[in-house]
Structures are given as structure tokens and as C-alpha cells.
């Protein structure tokens, strides 16, 4: 379990009101509640916590009870990017949750150092499975990669137990020649012909 600990905090008031006073509204839901909770965080300390870490699994600390949750929607401001709401599931042990895992690259170093270049094209999956079972990221090597492959979800292997919701087609990275080189390439070709010409406009003097 991730060591991310979210504070919370009950509220009656609206959103904007919560917003204006400093803090970040939010809802926690789940089997590991009664019945949906209105709950509202301190804006720095909660930006500084979600600045940290990708991860979705985390505890969320109510009054005296930590519980294991997710964190299953962030709203955010389109241009500040500050956070405006925030929506935790609740859960426990066998419950069945389904809920984006981040992905986690490694061999990047390895794959750069034969001069290609990575990209990277999913950033998380959805994983479906009992809460105990969700791994805090999925786990992606790189490393052996060559110009033109790509690692597809279909490669992607979880425990038992587990399944990833994504179309199995859906590409995570793949590796690619630096477009600086062919730009230099393209450069170079240019300037070997311009060199070997006469200017437009200009003729060639008679032998």
C-alpha cells in the first residue's frame, strides 16, 4: 500500500465556499462506507501530496479511521491546473474495484544509450481486481526495445487475479530514431546539391 496519506476533513458548505476558504472539496464513497461522505482537504497540503506521486492507491485519514482508497477522479482548472475536486473510493481487501494504475518505465537509460529515443504513449492502465491485489504501478521494460517496436497492453503480464480493462492493441511506448538526426540528414543532402549547382537564374560558362 502506497504511504500517501490524504487528510480529510467533513464539510456541510457548497464547493466554491469550501474553495474559498481553503480548501479542496471532495467526496469518498464505497463499500468501506455507510454512505458517501462529503469531505474537504487543505488546498496546499493536498496539492503538495498529489505533486508527489502518481500513484492512485492511497489512505485517506478521517477524523480517527485511515482507510485504504483510491483515488479515482481529480477535477482540475484548465489553465492554473489547480485542483478543484476530488472523488476517493473506499475500499477493503476482496473488494472488486477497477481503477488506472500508473504506468512505471524502466530501461530507458539502455534504450537511449544505442541513441533511440522513447516514446511514450500511455501513461496508466485500468486494472480491474480485488483492492488487495492492485499493484501501486505496472511495471514496463524498455530496455530491449529497437527502431519501429512497441510494447502493447497484449504483453503486459499481472498476477492472478487480475486483468487489464485496456484493448489489448493499445500501445504503452515504442522506440524511434531521434528526429534531429534525420533533420541533419536532410540538411546535409541540401547543401551537397546547392553546392554542386549553379545559382538560379545563373549560366553555366562554356568549357
Known sequence: MSGTVLEAFERTERGNKTRKSGFIPGILYGSGLKESRMVKFETEKLENDLSKTSNKKIKVKLGEDVEDGFIKEVQREPVSKRVLHIDIQVAK???????QVPVAIEGRAALESQGLILDIQSQELTIHGAEQDIPENIVVDVSNLKVGDAITVSRIKVRDGLKIVDEPTKVIASASVPKE???ETET????????GAAPAGTETPAE
Open 188 to 195: 546535409e543532402d541540401t547543401t551537397t546539391n546547392e553546392e
Open 181 to 183: 538526426e534525420e533533420v
Open 93 to 99: 481487501g476482496t473488494d472488486i474495484v477497477k481503477v
